[in-house]
């Protein structure tokens, strides 16, 4: 029996790059929703989709840098 591996540790506004390209043509996504199914948002063009956390673990090829907090501008 193979030992499993852990779960993939992710957190909200982690940005995550996949191994295919978005139609839009954007390979980097942004987290914005965690549970049994990952909230991911293209950084490209907005598009948000629903992946299930396993076939997400299969579908990453690097984990980035979060992005910068936003600033609110008065």
């Not at 191994?19 to 390979?27: D, F, M, V």
């Not at 992946?51 to 501008?73: C, G, H, N, W, Y």
Request: hydrophobic content about 35%.
């Amino acid at each position: 029996r193979m030992p499993s591996k852990p779960p993939l540790e992710l957190a909200l506004g982690d940005r995550v790059r996949l191994r295919k390209l978005h139609p839009c043509g954007g390979y980097e996504w942004t987290v914005i929703r965690l549970g049994a199914d990952i909230g991911l948002k293209c950084d490209s063009c907005g598009r948000y989709v629903m992946i299930a956390r396993r076939e997400l673990e299969k579908r990453i090829k690097a984990r980035l840098s979060p992005a910068p907090p936003a600033t609110a501008d008065s």
